[in-house]
């Protein structure tokens, strides 16, 4: 979990810390997404704009990595019919649960956490959700950037207000992951396990690949109360040259499930799933969810190295998590606790 020390990021304006692209590139994607030509002629006339505008916005939408056909004659086409993010459709999606969410689904931005982080200080209320189309300069843990693409990863965030202080939170970021386990399981990939603190990860051939990730910034109080901005990214379909920005080995949703998978059904799951893990968070901390962690952790009992802030490394077997959410470790120097922070976890040799 990062805790934000100051808020000078905070205090940046929305207008130059937004992320921008061409006012007409998604009104335009939202007439491609059945997959079927288009001209550029009936695309003007529908919105009451030129073609020159069109033309504008298709090439707006190459750079940001989609494959817009050109076929003189036809007009423009997608290569296949693709499902954009829809705030109706996703509360659709939770049903009952929809009135659990504020949600916001936002065209671009820099970074959905930093939007949300800013937002809060504002007074934005408990429980609002940002979704982004387009996340430009998504962070990760550990300063890490976050790549994704329009239509290739889901990128949202939660502003979660604790009664509790930051410092009863430790474990809330565990927490998070076995609500993104458990919607994964209602989606239909139970394959999808955690490898602590948080990544979202499927094992094959004895070697995790990286589904999602979780980056949580808390603000507030170590006596209470205080908010956490859950930034949640999860791969739909990364395909092109996206994998290759990426410096580890990934999976996503339509690989796994063998067709590609609406974004709005795995918001809605997984908000519904975040909704009820945090009240159960909120009511016993982790220890309560504590089992149900390790049974879903893929390095339960591995052997392990931790990568330390210091670029120390410490070898070790895992034995368990703690009820704070630390890692339990035996190391050469006896079991020793780890706490998340900017430790990084990977399998032995
Ligand atoms: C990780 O390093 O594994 C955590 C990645 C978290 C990425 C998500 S995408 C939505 C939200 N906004 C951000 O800037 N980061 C998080």
Not at 5 to 29: F, Y
Not at 61 to 83: C, E, N, S, W
Not at 110 to 132: E, K, W
Not at 165 to 180: C, H, P
Request: glycine letters at 10%; a positive charge; hydrophobic letters at 45%.
């Amino acid at each position: 979990m990062e805790k934000s020390v100051s808020n000078k990021s905070a205090q940046r304006t929305v207008k130059s810390s937004q992320g921008s692209i061409n006012k007409w590139a998604l009104p335009v994607l939202t007439q491609l997404a059945d997959g079927k030509f288009h001209s550029g002629e009936a695309l003007a006339s529908h919105f009451g704009v030129t073609r020159a505008t069109i033309f504008n916005a298709i090439k707006a939408l190459q750079a940001l990595g989609l494959d817009v056909f050109a076929i003189t004659g036809k007009g423009y086409r997608l290569p296949h019919a693709m499902q954009l993010l829809n705030l109706a459709d996703t509360l659709q999606h939770m049903g009952e649960h929809q009135g659990r969410f504020h949600l916001q689904v936002l065209d671009a931005v820099d970074s959905t956490n930093r939007y949300l982080m800013q937002a809060s200080t504002q007074g934005v209320a408990h429980a609002t959700c940002a979704v982004a189309h387009i996340q430009t300069q998504g962070r990760g843990r550990r300063g890490r950037d976050w790549v994704s693409r329009l239509g290739a990863s889901l990128t949202f965030s939660v502003l979660w207000r604790f009664n509790l202080g930051a410092a009863a939170l430790t474990g809330l970021s565990l927490a998070v992951g076995l609500a993104l386990a458990r919607a994964m399981r209602n989606l239909g990939v139970p394959q999808v396990q955690l490898k602590w603190p948080n990544d979202l990860v499927v094992v094959q051939a004895g070697v995790l690949h990286k589904l999602g990730g979780i980056l949580i910034e808390l603000q507030g109080d170590m006596e209470g109360p205080s908010a956490a901005v859950i930034g949640v990214g999860i791969n739909l379909n990364l395909a092109g040259d996206i994998v290759d920005k990426i410096d580890q080995a990934v999976t996503d949703l339509t690989r796994l499930r063998g067709q590609p998978m609406n974004p709005n059904q795995v918001l809605a799951e997984v908000l519904v799933a975040l909704a009820q893990v945090l009240n159960e968070f909120e009511r016993n901390g982790f220890a309560a969810l504590k089992a149900e962690w390790s049974a879903v952790h893929a390095l339960h009992e591995a052997p392990v190295t931790l990568l330390m802030p210091d670029a120390k490394q410490i070898k070790g077997r895992v034995l368990d998590v703690a009820e704070d959410g630390q890692l339990i470790v035996e190391t050469a120097e006896g079991v020793q606790k780890f706490s998340a922070g900017e430790i990084s976890l990977r399998r032995a040799a």
